[in-house]
């Protein structure tokens, strides 16, 4: 059975960091795209970052861009997102995904795997 599972959430002041991961379980991801998406409280899920699967490209989205780094550790099965500079309107619960069609996936639909998403809390 496929698993994505984050960690790394939490309660942090505006300004701090957190580094959110995604540790794959049950397959071999290191084909896979990955990314990060985010969902508020009355709100549709959003995309927040995606790498492909070498690691060789990102985007992001322009809410948290020059703040929040995806990055990948194929050998660990694992994926991170370092966020800096956080600021009360990312509080949300993130969410990793994956899909095996490789490149820059930006949209909800286009992810088959789907972790069960970490809340991050960000204090004013």
């Given amino acids: 059975q496929v698993q994505l ?8 002041q505006a300004g701090g960091s957190l580094r959110l991961s ?3 379980a049950g397959r ?6 990955k990314g990060w998406f985010r969902q508020a409280p009355g709100k549709e899920r959003e995309f927040v970052a995606a ?12 809410p948290v861009k020059g703040r929040f780094t995806i990055s990948r ?10 966020m800096n500079s956080l600021k009360p309107e ?15 996936l930006t949209q909800v639909y ?15």
């Fill in 110 to 124: 286009e992810y088959r795997y789907w972790g069960q998403g970490t809340q991050v809390t960000v204090s004013s």
């Fill in 73 to 82: 550790d194929n050998a660990k099965n694992t994926v991170y997102l370092q």
């Fill in 5 to 12: 599972v984050e960690s790394g959430g939490g309660l942090v």
């Fill in 90 to 104: 990312d509080t949300a619960v993130y969410y990793c995904a994956a899909d095996n069609r490789g490149g820059i």
């Fill in 51 to 62: 790498i492909s699967w070498s690691g060789g490209n990102t985007d992001y989205g322009d």
């Fill in 22 to 24: 995604c540790a794959a």
């Fill in 28 to 33: 071999t991801f290191s084909t896979y795209a």
